[in-house]
């Protein structure tokens, strides 16, 4: 077992929650940081173009880039992709590939030419779709342990200031009582928790005979859409100052199966899969400031400055539970099966829904860009980004202040570092390298507190690592026509917990399932300059 710090923001969330409808600091941290994606060429260079500028795609990053242009651009990009999930265990290691294609961006620009001599040269307008992050991912694994979730399922009942007697978490009106966690009221019907005489309840495992067998699978689809309205100046050919005005779209579902098998002297003593369907949708608006200079009219060397607004984001929720169980019921001396579920007053299955508000944090981004003549580009850029800052409000805007005070222990700050290059060995043809490493944007010992009322019944938790992602590029310019490939190897780590538990001496969890995730993205885009 893995024994995680207690957090006391994080208590404050599980101990004194007033929110039926709580989220928790891993659905704010899903919708922060991005993909690196959009233009070949873009993507080819790492994302290192900043100070370059010169494509569509730097509007999202540093709004001066489309400064640099002098013609009109049209383009479009779509690839496909390779993900890949391998869980390592104490028991096993499973790995799950998934193919699919994508249609990545689509932009334009047009540019106005004001004057040669003044100090105005160049007025450009700008637009781009681009797919800010992709969700889709599946990931399955399964281990064995001397814990098990039921012992949350009794936490969520016993630990209310009042007892939740029996009759309070049957039946059709459990789930229409603010104080009634719908963990349990489902792990009740489905006999994994038992009210005792001292009026708690008992989890059905039992430490001093049985072993747990844990199975999860987890299919995730979606993404998060970016579209770009952007305004940049050209001034003196050497200072270009550009903004950028961002509407964000997200699309999220996530489907997935947690079962455990309770194993006493080597036999089946019983069994269940929790089942949720969960589903995100809502939208968001950020403004985006840059500036570039050639801070020396004899030198190539360009600097670049950008800073992002928060990013006011309105959500929409819903989620579905269903628990399947076979049990051994010593009221009845039998084993029982069946389905409990989340229901409305007339018994008939019912979603949970959820309305609120998210706030990301500031970022700044600092870059440079260098030319030697013709054949060479380089690009340097780092960007940073306090997560820790991030705030969830309900729809009405007053703040979750305790969701918050877990997003401000749990997350930290996240550092990006890009790189990139593009040389050419004649005219028409590129050839380009990129890297970039990311950050973790949470610490090791972050869990995902549940408040005890909650309808939330997602209890699974990853902590994620650093990111890394290479590209290499090619690239063809016609007179008016251009293409550009690139591929991308995007990998980092995570650690999984398909649960944990509250105890005395503070979070406990089994021990990490080690997911290595990969994927591999070939990307090509089609445009021509006018």
């Known amino acids: ?25 891993y659905d704010a941290n899903r919708l922060m940081g991005s993909d690196l994606n959009g233009t070949a060429r873009f993507v080819g260079m790492g994302g290192a173009m900043g100070a370059l500028g010169g494509d569509i795609s730097t509007m999202g990053t540093n709004p001066a880039g489309i400064g640099i242009y002098r013609s009109n651009d049209a383009m479009m990009s779509f690839g496909f992709n390779n993900t890949n999930a391998k869980s390592v265990s104490s028991q096993s290691t499973k790995e799950i590939n ?14 106005n030419k004001i004057s040669n001599n003044g100090g105005l040269r160049f007025v450009n307008f700008g637009f781009n779709y681009h797919k800010l992050k992709s969700f889709d991912k599946d990931m399955t694994m399964n281990d064995s342990y001397k814990m098990s979730q039921t012992n949350l399922f009794a936490s969520t009942v016993n630990d209310n200031s009042k007892f939740l007697a029996p009759d309070i978490l049957i039946g059709k009106n459990a789930y229409f009582q603010s104080d009634v966690p719908w963990l349990g009221a489902l792990a009740y019907e489905a006999n994994l928790i038992i009210p005792n005489s001292s009026n708690e309840y008992d989890p059905y495992f039992e430490s001093s005979r049985h072993t747990v067998n844990g199975q999860y699978h987890s299919k995730e689809r979606g993404g998060l859409n970016a579209y770009d309205f952007n305004v940049a100046f050209n001034l003196y050919d050497r200072f270009y100052l550009g903004a950028t005005l961002t509407a964000y779209s997200i699309d999220y579902t996530r489907n997935t199966s947690y079962s455990e098998t309770f194993m006493a002297n080597n036999e089946d003593d019983g069994n269940y899969t929790l089942r949720n369907n969960y589903k995100l949708d809502g939208s968001g608006v950020d403004f985006k400031l840059g500036f570039i200079a050639r801070p020396f009219d004899e030198s190539p060397l360009r600097i670049g400055m950008a800073i992002h607004t928060p990013i006011f984001y309105s959500l929409e929720e819903n989620g579905m539970a269903y628990l399947d169980y076979d049990t051994y019921s010593k009221e009845q001396d039998k084993f029982i099966s069946g389905t409990a579920y989340t229901q409305n007053e007339y018994g008939d299955e019912m979603e949970g829904r959820t309305k609120y508000e998210l706030t990301t944090p500031w970022k700044y981004n600092l870059s440079l860009g260098y030319t030697i003549g013709k054949s060479v580009a380089l690009g340097a850029e780092y960007e940073y980004s306090d997560y820790s800052t991030a705030k969830l409000k309900y729809d009405d805007g007053v703040k979750m202040a305790s969701e918050t005070n877990g997003i401000k222990a749990g997350l930290k700050g996240v550092h990006t570092m890009r790189l990139g290059a593009e040389f050419k060995f004649i005219p028409e043809f590129a050839f380009r390298l990129g890297y970039n490493y990311i950050t973790s ?8 507190p549940l408040a005890l009322n909650s309808i939330r019944t997602d209890t699974e938790f990853s902590n994620i690592k650093a990111i890394n992602n290479y590209t290499i590029g090619v690239g063809y310019r016609g007179q008016v026509f251009y293409t550009d490939l690139a591929y991308q190897y995007n990998t980092y780590k995570e650690d999984f917990y398909p649960f944990y538990n509250n105890s005395t001496d503070g979070i406990v969890a089994p021990n990490a399932t080690k997911v290595t995730n990969t994927k591999s993205q070939v990307l090509l885009t089609l445009g021509m300059r006018f």
């Open 98 to 111: 998934k193919i699919h294609g994508s249609f990545d961006n689509a932009g334009f620009v047009i540019t």
């Open 1 to 25: 077992m893995k024994r995680i710090k207690l957090i006391i923001a994080a208590v404050c969330a599980l101990g004194g929650a007033s929110a039926l409808n709580a989220q928790t600091l």
């Open 441 to 448: 944007s949470m610490y090791s010992d972050t869990f995902k």
